[in-house]
């Protein structure tokens, strides 16, 4: 816990004005694990919005659609639709790979063949690394825990295309 505040206290500590806003495409890989049940695995495509408040901090909603759906005894199930808001939280330094922190609140929806959608709600969690192709373009990946319940897990990796404007 104190290496966690003291990290904090230094990323705060050298906060510098950014206000970028930026979007993008995103591309994830869901894995949703139910207990008693084998593993689900989706694939959505999206959006993100974000606005960098500092270099170290930014704001970020996204909204994904399931491209691919998978099935469980026969029963076709799709993760329908996923919408989140972060706080993401970087570590600038002086390479080209950019380490952050993904902390917020997911909102998914799966549909499940015959019976229709099932939407739940969860805190959301993730770590990620960015890379900087030119100075506006930047490409992501990331592993996030959109979803956990004593009951079933909604994981995810991915990777996102990024333009600040």
């Known amino acids: ?10 990323c705060l500590s050298s906060l510098s004005v950014a206000g970028d806003l930026y979007g993008g495409a995103s591309h994830s890989n869901l894995d949703f694990k139910v207990d008693g049940v084998s593993s689900l695995d989706f694939t959505t495509v999206g959006i993100i919005v974000g606005y960098e408040l500092t270099n170290q901090v930014a704001i970020e909603a996204r909204y994904a659609e399931g491209k691919k759906s998978d099935d469980v005894y026969g029963i076709d199930v799709e993760a329908d639709k996923v919408a989140s ?13 950019t380490p952050y922190l993904l902390l917020g609140y997911t909102k998914a929806t799966l549909d499940v063949e015959g019976f229709g959608g099932e ?3 969860d805190s959301s ?7 900087e192709l030119t100075e506006a373009l930047h490409l992501d990946a990331e592993y996030v825990v959109l979803m956990s319940d004593s009951d079933y897990d909604l994981n995810s990796v991915g990777v996102n295309l990024v333009y600040h404007f």
Do not use: D, H, R
């Open 125 to 131: 969690y993730g770590v990620g690394v960015q890379f």
């Open 119 to 121: 939407s739940e709600t």
């Open 85 to 97: 808001v972060f706080a993401k939280l970087a570590m600038p330094n002086a390479t080209t790979l």
């Open 1 to 10: 816990m104190k290496i966690v505040l003291f990290t904090l206290m230094m």
